[in-house]
């Protein structure tokens, strides 16, 4: 069985541009989670997706948003990019509640 | 503010020795999850442990989860080069399911 894949794996943008990131969740998964990782933050929760509906959001500004489509598979975009975004974000699926998460290897962006 | 917390922030030991690593948090939980990551890579998940449970073994890995004082402590015995890594709890939330995160616990085995 294929794991999570996130693409792209890297991205460079300059700040005020916009970015999407792509993850495709395990098949069978319907839940799908979008985590932001800095060294300075740790590992932050930016929203959850279950069957095409935002379960959970975490405490980001609304310049960060996503969605999730018939087949599962999500998009996260940011727009006015900042310097601060620079981060691993990380795409992880489960199968329901109460189950483990299962973590993409995560799209690194950088912001100039 | 995360729940969970975990301590030491690091921890560095010698090939072969054990580590220990512990987690708290704050409020009623479904269940609690252990994960470790490589730099700059994804999660792994290593064991999940509810709430009625007070322990659990996977392999070298050993858990324990006590609701009274809300803590959980991860015991990796025989460490091996390869288990240097970080490795973050994460609570499920009783009240609406959401996982909260620790800060994480980076482990050093030296060779």
């Known amino acids: 069985k294929a794991g999570v894949t996130q693409t792209p794996r890297y991205l460079i943008k300059t700040r005020g541009q916009q970015v999407t990131l792509s993850c495709s969740p395990i098949s069978g998964h319907r839940s799908v989670s979008w985590y932001q990782q800095t060294p300075g933050q740790g590992l932050q929760f930016l929203f959850e997706y279950f069957s095409e509906t935002q379960r959970n959001k975490g405490n980001f500004p609304g310049r960060f948003s996503g969605r999730q489509f018939s087949n599962s598979r999500s998009e996260m975009n940011v727009s006015t990019l900042e310097l601060g975004d620079s981060a691993l974000y990380l795409c992880?699926?489960?199968?329901?509640?109460?189950?483990?998460?299962?973590f993409g290897n995560g799209t690194r962006l950088t912001v100039t | 503010s995360q729940q969970g917390e975990e301590d030491p922030q690091a921890l560095s030991i010698q090939e072969g020795e054990n580590a220990t690593m512990n987690c708290s948090y704050k409020?009623?939980?479904?269940?609690l999850q252990w994960y470790r990551q490589n730099s700059g890579r994804g999660l792994v998940h290593l064991i999940l442990?509810?709430?009625n449970e007070r322990e659990k073994h996977s392999g070298r890995l050993r858990v324990t989860l006590d609701t009274s004082k809300k803590s959980s402590s991860l015991l990796i015995t025989a460490s091996r080069a390869a288990d240097t890594a970080s490795y973050f709890c994460a609570t499920e939330k009783a009240s609406n399911y959401q996982l909260i995160w620790g800060a994480g616990t980076k482990l050093i085995i030296k060779p």
């Open positions: 409020t009623s939980i479904n269940n």
């Open positions: 442990i509810r709430s």
């Open positions: 992880a699926s489960s199968l329901k509640q109460d189950s483990p998460l299962h």
